[in-house]
């Protein structure tokens, strides 16, 4: 498996991926990763919501017109946004959305926290989303029409089933040594998350069980590869209240042990702060640091050290 460029069995996760048939819990999708991956044991850790793309262009019967919005407007235009409205402008034509689910499904590979696989396949359905051309407010370029300030919108009528689509496949343990021979800067939080894992009490509970990692491959401008990592908490059910901005001692050491246990692993209340989870734990981390500089005793040495690092430099995604 590679970092940068699409594991090995790339091409063969993906007709296996666009085979499957979105069910909820996914069994049979992960089944089959799993069976292409034999020496895995992918499991659902994550699914992000609430994100779409551009779709393509339907009739107003729902007909389809286009499978890529922007291809079809250049090449239906010639660069003339105007002249394709005239054309086009009484046709009843739809732009339409994918709405997008990605999901990202992981397996531990070794002892060290980034000895993990993570496949991410998106699960996408069409959706009509606005009318193509709106004669009230005519474009003055292609980007208007594939992109528009005021779309007119249309009601979200689905177009065929859902479908799921391979994302990307990743092999954390060589993302993590990329990041660190490469001495860039955007890797640096991600290098210093992982080493906090490490040095903390929430190294006895795997990474990829609490965290999956939206990677971003890319090259700069000078043509080098870059990556980027941002955790992602894996935690999605209900939190105990923060404290009072005065709590301190017996009450604040009640919240960490409540807040850890309903998280399910130790210092996920400093973890859930410095990914971005939680920002508003800042002061509470404030407050904890306060406490065991004086004469409170409830965080292990190893985590002192951690919260006395971050109080020093402080991070955040």
Known sequence: MSILAPMGQFSELQAVVARARPIPGHGPLIQALNATLADMDLKLAYSRTGWHRPGGVVDAHGNRVAENLSEW???ESDGDAMGLLVR???????????????????AKTGSEPCDF????????????????????????S??????????????PTPLGSASYQLRQ??????????????????SLLALRFVADWQASSAAGRALCSAFVLRLLDYKDRFGEKRLQATPLSTHVRALPPFPGGTDRGLDL??????????????????????????PALKGVAHAVYEDVSRVYDYLPERDIAVLKSWIADPYMF
Request: net charge negative; glycine share 4%.
């Open 169 to 186: 496949a990743w092999n954390i343990a060589e993302a993590h040594q990329c990041m660190a021979t490469s001495n860039y800067a955007d």
């Open 88 to 106: 086009y402008e009484d046709s009843g034509l739809l732009a339409t959305k994918l709405c997008g689910i990605t999901h990202y499904f992981t």
């Open 253 to 278: 050491a009640r919240f960490l042990t409540a807040f850890d246990r309903a998280v399910g692993y130790p210092m996920a209340w400093y973890f859930h702060l410095v990914s971005g989870a939680q």
């Open 117 to 140: 696989v993570q496949v991410e396949v998106d699960e996408l359905r069409e959706v009509t989303d606005r009318s193509l051309f709106d004669p009230s407010n005519p474009p003055d």
């Open 73 to 75: 407007l250049q090449r």
């Open 142 to 155: 292609i980007e208007e029409l594939i992109d528009p300030v005021v779309p007119l919108k249309v009601d």
